[in-house]
């Protein structure tokens, strides 16, 4: 086969060669990424290319009907360049993407926590809360707790930090924090929630355990600063 075919062969080797560290066998992250066929569709497109040639070959050395196959090949041809308009649509802007990706995989945690992420940034909180809920949702049915899903619990507590709902926002960060310790953004969110509930030696504790994990935080650092003076 090797021999006889071996552009063909080199066509499959590349692509089962470049698939095997993204096939999930050992688990990478995520179980399904288009990036993760960037390199491995090589193999697809010169696979195809020899299989035109070979049937076009054959075609004009038979002297078959040319004009059926032309034809034929315009219309595979018109096809796939359709749907690759279509494809690159989704991709005109984060909100468009992210809402075909949560249409098509309703219980992703990745799409339901970039929408959140996205209504948060316009302002739109109570739409955020609501994609950061469906988030933990999905996350949770996956019975895989780690340090990662702490971001997600972290997102929703912050949220409601935003719209004055403290209470929520600590059960949130608290569990956050139970995922993982050293999550600095939690720590301070803690503080602020105290804070503003009146408990001023409780957010002290907080922000100080903030800084103690990401001595970077200007915002709470200045926070800290207003507590020592006052």
């Not at 709902?165 to 953004?185: D, G, I, R, V, W």
């Not at 002290?204 to 926070?223: C, H, R, S």
């Amino acid at each position: 086969y090797r021999r006889k075919e071996p552009l063909l062969a080199y066509a499959n080797y590349w692509f089962v060669v470049t698939f095997l560290p993204v096939s999930n066998i050992v688990p990478v992250g995520a179980i399904m990424q288009d990036r993760y066929l960037y390199l491995p569709a090589i193999g697809i497109f010169m696979l195809g290319a020899v299989l035109i040639h070979k049937f076009t070959w054959t075609v004009i050395h038979n002297n078959r009907n040319n004009t059926i196959y032309i034809i034929l090949m315009m219309l595979i041809i018109a096809g796939y360049s359709w749907r690759t308009a279509l494809y690159n649509t989704e991709w005109r802007d984060e909100l468009y993407l992210w809402t075909k990706v949560a249409l098509k995989q309703p219980d992703s945690p990745v799409a339901n926590n970039n929408l959140g992420a996205i209504f948060i940034a316009r302002r739109q909180y109570r739409l955020g809360i609501y994609y950061y809920h469906k988030a933990i949702t999905a996350y949770e049915k996956l019975e895989v707790y780690s340090r990662r899903g702490a971001s997600l619990y972290d997102s929703l507590g912050t949220a409601y930090c935003l719209v004055g709902e403290f209470k929520k926002a600590e059960k949130y960060l608290e569990q956050a924090l139970a995922l993982n310790p050293e999550l600095s953004s939690s720590w301070g969110n803690l503080g602020v929630a105290n804070f503003e509930q009146g408990n001023r030696d409780q957010a002290l504790v907080f922000w100080e355990k903030a800084i103690q994990y990401n001595p970077a935080l200007a915002e709470i650092m200045g926070n800290l600063g207003f507590l020592y003076l006052d």
